[in-house]
């Protein structure tokens, strides 16, 4: 199993660099604001909760609420619970996949969902999104690699790292083409509801396509990934089977006090959205006025959806240098294209959280006074 890049990148920094200006998730809440947010009915239900096993497809109230609140037509029984994204994203692709099977994966990517096909004895495709074609899905790049055993398509949007979404017009016309093939599309999700969509952002793949998984979570747009609470939906009741008999190597079922309060948190939904969204979207504003100011250095391209982009580094100098220096001298953590294995100067930058400005000023002092 090749090592987790960006994982290991994280580990090595995250909980000591003093300015985080790459997360990918939005501004936290603590406990006690989701709490005082309960109904006194959910108050109920976490005051006398047991911490025993729960169910393994997760709290049936949650699983319903999930459907409900977020996935148009789809009903509790297409929803499993997981303990964050990436134990969906490796129970599906791991019960979806066999060896032998062809799998078409878009990168730059979130590592786990290239290598868990591979890790299954997947022959694998990587279709490169690219600056030129704006990080956009190109339907003709897949449609030219699709092989008579082709099992799977996975993808991202709002994509990680570019920012990038999908148009329901586009994945319309990519179901179209999976559907004549009986392809199934993965489809990692976890960035929706974050960002002012100024373009038709595509509905949850699995609310148009049978043969379709979304991947959600409470870790970005709700900003709790300490919560360790994601879900698969899918209108094919017997694959969720298959995924969750996966599960049970795992973790088996779902941590209790971490379903309550997503719960909470769900049915307060657009109090939380709109919170995260206006810190988001505060923060967006000033990257347009930071990168205006050094556009002789990056080239910046508004993120569409989520809260990370990917930014151009325009001298010869590589990037992990840039990043490295970066970190040793003003505790500013970037992320290097590198971590992606994705042969460019860019870097990722994330802006859900409320310390933007003052993560901006260190980057500003270093950009001003080191040698450039
Ligand atoms: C695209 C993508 N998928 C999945 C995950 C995993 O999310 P979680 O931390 O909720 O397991 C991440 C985390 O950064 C991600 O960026």
Same mark, same amino acid.
């Given at each position: 199993?090749?090592?987790?890049?960006?994982?290991?990148?994280?580990?090595?920094?995250?909980?000591?660099?003093?300015?985080?200006?790459?997360?990918?998730?939005?501004? +936290?809440?603590?406990?006690?604001?989701?709490?005082?947010?309960?109904?006194?009915?959910? #108050?109920?239900?976490?005051? @006398?909760?047991?911490?025993?096993?729960?169910?393994?497809?997760?709290?049936?109230?949650?699983?319903?609420?999930? =459907?409900?609140?977020?996935?148009?037509?789809?009903? =509790?029984? @297409?929803?499993?619970?997981?303990a964050g994204?990436?134990?969906?994203?490796?129970?599906?692709? @791991?019960?979806i996949i066999e060896a032998g099977d062809h799998a078409i994966i878009l990168t730059p990517c979130y590592q786990s969902l290239l290598e868990v096909p591979k890790l299954?004895?997947?022959?694998?495709?990587? #279709?490169?999104?690219?600056?030129?074609?704006e990080w956009r899905i190109?339907?003709?790049?897949?449609?030219?690699?699709? $092989?008579?055993?082709?099992?799977? #398509?996975?993808?991202n949007f709002p994509h990680n790292p570019t920012g990038q979404v999908i148009e329901e017009e586009e994945l319309k016309n990519l179901i179209a083409l999976c559907e004549s093939k009986g392809i199934w599309i993965f489809s990692d999700e976890v960035y929706?509801?974050?960002? +002012?969509?100024?373009?038709?952002?595509?509905?949850?793949?699995?609310?148009?396509?049978?043969? =379709?998984?979304?991947?959600?979570?409470?870790?970005?747009?709700?900003?709790?990934?300490?919560?360790r609470i994601g879900w698969i939906t899918c209108q094919d009741q017997a694959i969720l089977k298959k995924i969750e008999q996966v599960k049970h190597?795992?973790?088996?079922?779902?941590s209790a006090p971490a379903e309550i309060l997503s719960l909470i948190s769900l049915r307060n939904k657009?109090?939380?959205?709109?919170?995260?969204? $206006?810190?988001?979207?505060?923060?967006?504003?000033?990257?347009? $006025?930071?990168? +205006?100011?050094y556009r002789h250095l990056f080239e910046w391209v508004r993120p569409q959806g989520g809260c990370v982009g990917f930014v151009k580094y325009n001298r010869p100098e590589s990037i992990d240098s840039f990043c490295e220096r970066l970190i040793a001298k003003k505790g500013v953590l970037l992320i290097p294209a590198s971590i992606y294995n994705y042969p460019s100067n860019h870097f990722r930058i994330g802006f859900g959280r409320k310390n933007m400005k003052d993560c901006l000023e260190q980057f500003r002092d270093f950009l001003n006074h080191e040698n450039i």
């Amino acid at each position: 199993m090749n090592v987790f890049k960006l994982e290991e990148y994280l580990a090595k920094y995250e909980f000591s660099a003093k300015y985080l200006l790459c997360c990918s998730d939005a501004e +936290s809440l603590s406990m006690s604001e989701v709490l005082a947010m309960g109904s006194p009915n959910e #108050i109920a239900l976490w005051d @006398h909760l047991r911490l025993g096993y729960t169910k393994a497809p997760g709290l049936p109230l949650l699983r319903k609420t999930v =459907a409900d609140e977020l996935y148009q037509g789809l009903e =509790a029984d @297409h929803v499993l619970m997981f303990a964050g994204a990436e134990e969906g994203l490796f129970c599906s692709l @791991h019960a979806i996949i066999e060896a032998g099977d062809h799998a078409i994966i878009l990168t730059p990517c979130y590592q786990s969902l290239l290598e868990v096909p591979k890790l299954k004895g997947a022959e694998v495709t990587e #279709i490169e999104l690219t600056a030129e074609n704006e990080w956009r899905i190109d339907l003709q790049a897949i449609r030219n690699a699709i $092989q008579p055993n082709t099992k799977c #398509i996975v993808m991202n949007f709002p994509h990680n790292p570019t920012g990038q979404v999908i148009e329901e017009e586009e994945l319309k016309n990519l179901i179209a083409l999976c559907e004549s093939k009986g392809i199934w599309i993965f489809s990692d999700e976890v960035y929706r509801l974050l960002g +002012s969509p100024n373009r038709s952002w595509a509905r949850p793949a699995a609310c148009l396509y049978n043969k =379709a998984l979304s991947l959600g979570v409470m870790s970005k747009a709700f900003g709790m990934p300490g919560l360790r609470i994601g879900w698969i939906t899918c209108q094919d009741q017997a694959i969720l089977k298959k995924i969750e008999q996966v599960k049970h190597y795992t973790s088996i079922c779902n941590s209790a006090p971490a379903e309550i309060l997503s719960l909470i948190s769900l049915r307060n939904k657009d109090k939380i959205l709109k919170r995260n969204n $206006q810190i988001a979207s505060e923060n967006l504003f000033l990257l347009d $006025q930071f990168f +205006s100011d050094y556009r002789h250095l990056f080239e910046w391209v508004r993120p569409q959806g989520g809260c990370v982009g990917f930014v151009k580094y325009n001298r010869p100098e590589s990037i992990d240098s840039f990043c490295e220096r970066l970190i040793a001298k003003k505790g500013v953590l970037l992320i290097p294209a590198s971590i992606y294995n994705y042969p460019s100067n860019h870097f990722r930058i994330g802006f859900g959280r409320k310390n933007m400005k003052d993560c901006l000023e260190q980057f500003r002092d270093f950009l001003n006074h080191e040698n450039i």
